[in-house]
C-alpha cells in the first residue's frame, strides 16, 4: 500500500465535512478502511456500496473517500471487475497490519453498515417492490421470490409517496419476515 508510518504523520489531512465524531479525518486511514472491508467480506462489494458504508455513520467524507477509492485502484492495491471491487496481494500485504491502527469500533461500524448494505442489495435482486401512483395514492406490491418461483404477491395501499417508500423500505429489510407473517396469518 506503500503507506509506511504516513499512518498518523498527518493526523487530520481529510476533509471532514459529515464526518461524525470518531470518524475518520486522515486520508491513509481512509484508504486502510477501504482495503479492510474489502479483505474482510467475503461477497465482493461494488464501489458504490463501499462509499455507503462509510457514509452510514459518517465514517469518512465522501469526497475523501471516493478519492481514497480511486486512489487503491491506482496504486494496485484494488481492482474493480465487472463493477465489483477486489483487493489484490499487494493490498492484502499490509492491510492486516495496518488496520490494527485503527480505532476497532470504526472498523466494526464500517464492516456492519458494508454487509448490511450488501444484505439489501441481494434482497432487492431477490424481491421485488413496484409503486405505482393512483389517483387516490399508491399500489404497492410486494413479491418474495425463491429461486425464480414467486411465493407471495401482495399488494398494499399507501396514503402518498413516502408511505410508499417506507412499506418498500420494511418489506426489503426483510422479506422473509413479511412472507412467513402473511402465511402464519392465514393459516391461523
Known amino acids: ?15 471532514s465535512e459529515g464526518v461524525e465524531p470518531g ?5 491513509t486511514q481512509i484508504k486502510v478502511l477501504i482495503t479492510f472491508i474489502v479483505s474482510r467480506i467475503s461477497e465482493p462489494l461494488r464501489d458504490t456500496m463501499l462509499i455507503d458504508a462509510l457514509q452510514t455513520h459518517g465514517l469518512a467524507n ?3 473517500t471516493t478519492q481514497a477509492l480511486d486512489e487503491l485502484m491506482d496504486s494496485g492495491n484494488l481492482v474493480s471487475a465487472d463493477g465489483f471491487v477486489y483487493i489484490t496481494p499487494k493490498g492484502a500485504l499490509s492491510v492486516e497490519e495496518l488496520a490494527k491502527e485503527l480505532p476497532k469500533s470504526v472498523k466494526e461500524t464500517a464492516l456492519a453498515d458494508a454487509l448490511k448494505i450488501q444484505l439489501i442489495e ?8 413496484e409503486i405505482k ?6 399500489l404497492v ?13 401482495l399488494t398494499v395501499y399507501a396514503a402518498d409517496s413516502e408511505q410508499a ?7 426489503l429489510k426483510d422479506p422473509t419476515h413479511v412472507y412467513s407473517t402473511v402465511v402464519a396469518s392465514l393459516f391461523i
Open 133 to 138: 401512483k393512483t389517483e387516490t395514492g399508491y
Open 141 to 153: 406490491t410486494v413479491r418474495v421470490i425463491h429461486k425464480d418461483e414467486p411465493m407471495m404477491e
Open 62 to 64: 465522501y469526497f475523501e
Open 1 to 15: 500500500m506503500s503507506i509506511d508510518n504516513e499512518l498518523f504523520e498527518n493526523e487530520f489531512d481529510a476533509f
Open 165 to 171: 417508500e417506507q412499506l418498500k423500505h420494511n418489506f
Open 23 to 27: 470518524g475518520l479525518r486522515n486520508r
Open 122 to 129: 441481494k434482497r432487492e435482486n431477490e424481491n421485488t417492490v
